[in-house]
Every structure is written in C-alpha cells, then in structure tokens.
C-alpha cells in the first residue's frame, strides 16, 4: 500500500502531476518565508522580553532552539505554510472584521495591542489579501484560509487594510498550536536545519493542514444534511 501524499488540497482531476509548488510560484514563496522570518523574529524579541505570551501557542522552547545563525532563514525559505495563525480558518470572525474595518466609521478594535504585533498583522494581513486577490488556492495553503475568509478578503478595499490589520492583531497565535509534535519536530530542526529535516517538517505542516481542512469540510457538511433530512 502506498502512503497517501501528505497534501493540504485535494489534487485535480487527472492523471497531471501536482504538488505545493504549482500553488505557490517563486514570489509567493519568498513573500510568504519573509513573514515567517518576520514572525519568528518578533516572537524572538517578545521571548527576550519575557513576553511571548503575547503569541498563544508558541512554545518557549521552539524559539529557544533558534540557535542556529541560519535556522530561521532555512526553515523559512522552503515551508509552503504560515508558522501563524490569525484565526484565517474562521470565516465568520474575518467576515465580521473585514465588515467593520471598511465601514466609513470603523469602530476600534476590541483589545490593544503591542505595536510590534500590529505591524507584523500589517504585513501578514497585506499578503493574505494579495493573495486572495490574485491566487485564492495559494491562499488556502499557505494560511488554510476558508473559501468564506478568501471571498471576505477579496472584497476589502486596500485603503482598509491598514483597520484591519488593526483590528486583527490581537488574534494572532502560533500555528498549529495545539499540535505538539509539530512543535517538537520545529525544534528538532532549527537544532539541526539539514535538508532531512526541513522536509519532514514541511510534509508534517502539510498532513497536519490536510486533516484540518478535511475536518472543517466535515463540519460545515452536516449542517447542510442536516436542513435537507
């Protein structure tokens, strides 16, 4: 028997040949590992503060294993994925914020925020709509955005992303948060960031993004059968 291929999205139809990098294309993937990079520097300099609290999820230990001199630029430049989370999965949270922050009079948000962490949302936000402008399916792999949060995205102003990002900084959280072995596995190769274990990592992110994406589609299935019954 064949391991099934750890893959985020469903492939198309056919006998095509189909992986991440037909997702992402060169400028999207250096977009992409120039935020995680950013990440894991802001999360560094709250870690050295005694503030990484301020980013759920994040274990200590991950940042601490960032010894290495190149480990954060190695790990970065080849994942498909976000390290981060801004509750992108959520599409009734985005669609509520995204509401708001293109009101003509945008109500604050509800909690302040370290200005470091809204300029990382700032940036993050600004990616995350580009690309739900122009490569949706790049999109959900890379931050495991709904099709709800895309179509929210994509209808924002860019003159609001500045509120937005705003508004949403306060959500920001590690990714894959509750999954502990991704974390181990993070550590284990910012210890040691050979070729080996960047990929283990990428296809565990991966196997890990398919499950929760098959899980959501579950979910939002029942509802649906349950109307029609």
């Known amino acids: 028997m064949h391991p099934q291929p750890p893959l985020a999205l469903a492939p198309p139809a056919g006998t095509a ?22 990440f894991l520097a802001l999360a560094t300099e709250l870690a050295d503060e005694g503030r990484l609290k301020l980013i759920a999820g994040l274990p200590a230990r991950a940042i601490d294993s960032l010894i290495h001199p190149q480990a954060g630029e190695r790990l970065c430049e080849r994942l498909p994925y976000a390290l981060f989370d801004l509750r992108f999965g959520d599409a009734g949270f985005w669609e509520g ?13 509800s909690a302040a925020c370290d200005e470091r962490v809204v300029a990382f949302a700032r ?3 600004m990616l995350a709509w580009h690309l739900a402008q122009t490569r949706p399916a790049a999109a959900r792999l890379a931050f495991g955005t709904s099709p709800a949060t ?15 990002a705003r508004r949403v900084a306060p959500a920001l959280t590690a990714r894959f948060g509750s999954r502990a072995r991704f974390w181990l596995q993070f550590e284990g190769c910012a210890a ?3 070729d080996r274990s960047v ?7 991966l196997q890990i993004q398919g499950a929760e994406s098959a899980r959501q589609q579950a979910l939002q ?9």
């Open 199 to 205: 990929d283990e990592l990428q296809r565990l992110g």
């Open 221 to 229: 299935r029942r509802p649906r059968r349950a109307a029609t019954a």
């Open 150 to 164: 895309i179509a929210a995205l994509a209808r924002l102003p860019v003159a609001a992303v500045e509120r937005l």
């Open 97 to 109: 914020e995204v509401a708001a922050a293109g009101g003509v009079q945008d109500a604050p948000a």
């Open 17 to 38: 040949e189909w992986s991440e990098h037909s997702l992402l294309d060169a400028p999207t993937r250096g977009a992409l590992g120039s935020v995680n990079q950013a």
């Open 123 to 125: 940036a993050a936000v």
């Open 192 to 194: 040691h960031p050979d």
